[in-house]
């Protein structure tokens, strides 16, 4: 089966730089997604990593280490609209592009 | 292109009666999918289809049934709806797994 953990709340300060991490469990590894979902809203997709290291999307950027089973998120000069909240994901081990969800991260962002 | 489209946004049911959850994709993806979301959870996958005529269980398929008769269209249907199955229901579909594109959810109250 699959788990992952993340934190269920992350605040921080307008133009600042925030990290939500991810650590995870899962039999098959295939790569970590990471989605954002406003309130009310559909989640969309943010960056995937299938190898070590760093992906760069403009001001987000993804993590991973496979060797830790660990990713991160990471969202630079923060604005107000980035406030939501945030989910990492893995593929399961059924061969089938099923993404098992982590319970997500609630970032509010502050003036 | 629509993307992926669901009917209807919201829905009341007493318990004990069934519906449809309309979803079409127009993007001619193979894969599709259906998730619940709970307050404070993450996505929880009910059904998936890899191709039109092959649909398999997820993690919650209890109480929900499924058809893929074309590319475009993937239905998701309550037998005889509970309390329990008051939540957010999300289409999804993919070309590749880890970037799933989601409909804008349909929020069902059974009373």
Redesign the interface.
Known sequence: GQS?EQP?EVTAVEGAIVQINCTYQTSGF??L?WYQQHDG?????LS?N?LDGLEETGRFSSFLSRSDSYGYLLLQELQMKDSASY?C?V?DS?G?????????TRLTVIP | NAGVTQTPKFQVLKTGQSMTLQCAQDMNHEYMSWYRQDPGMGLRLIHYSVGAGITDQGEVPNGYNVSRSTTEDFPLRLLSAAPSQTSVYFCASSETGFEQYFGPGTRLTVT
């Open positions: 992952l269920s295939y790569g997604s809203g559909a989640p969309t997709f995937y299938a989910f994901a593929r059924t089938a592009n099923n993404l098992f969800f982590g319970t997500g």
